[in-house]
């Protein structure tokens, strides 16, 4: 009986982590709240290990896929379907650049930092060259994620 409960305890706390992960929505939308065009809302999320994010078509023809290099090492990119949802787990620290395809030149970006902690991709990711408004919307979201790991350090 002893063994019984100790097994079902260290179940319990194998599984812990599992059960406190968050699930996060970003919108995909053609007109933000601000009125911008192309947008994710919210176009940054701070996020812990373990967390599922989910980008939801609310309108327009959208996809979500990741940026080539703004992925934290070892970290597998995803491209989502036209005009579907697309979830991911995101697994390891860091930053996560986000994308929509048909609008990534007109500024259709988004950036999730993954972890309290400092990024430890923020200067690769900082180094990606974006095209048209993408360019300035990025830098505005590696600004605000450069200034909360100054804040938190």
């Known amino acids: 009986m002893k063994k019984l409960i100790l097994s079902a305890a260290l179940g319990a706390m194998v599984m812990a982590p599992a059960a406190f992960a968050e699930e ?3 919108e995909m939308r053609n ?11 919210p176009a940054y999320l701070e996020i812990a290990p373990g967390d599922t994010v989910t980008f939801v078509n609310a309108m327009g023809v959208h996809n979500a896929q990741t940026i080539d290099g703004m992925l934290p090492e070892g970290v597998e ?12 787990i995101a697994s390891e620290e860091g930053l ?7 609008h990534y030149g007109m500024g259709m970006v988004a950036l999730i ?13 900082a180094s990606v060259r ?17 200034a909360d790991q100054d804040a938190g350090s």
Do not use: W
């Not at 007109?31 to 809302?41: A, L």
């Not at 996560?96 to 048909?102: E, N, S």
């Not at 902690?117 to 200067?123: H, K, Q, S």
């Not at 974006?130 to 450069?146: C, S, T, V």
């Open 24 to 26: 996060h929505v970003i």
């Open 31 to 41: 007109t933000g709240s601000d009125r911008q065009p192309m947008v994710f809302e």
């Open 77 to 88: 990119g995803f491209v989502g379907d036209m005009n579907s949802d697309v979830s991911f």
């Open 96 to 102: 996560y650049g986000i994308k929509c395809l048909p």
């Open 113 to 125: 930092k993954v972890g309290d902690g400092e990024a430890a991709n923020l200067e690769a990711a």
């Open 130 to 146: 974006h095209p048209g408004r993408a360019r300035i919307r990025m830098a505005d979201l590696l600004a605000q994620a450069e």
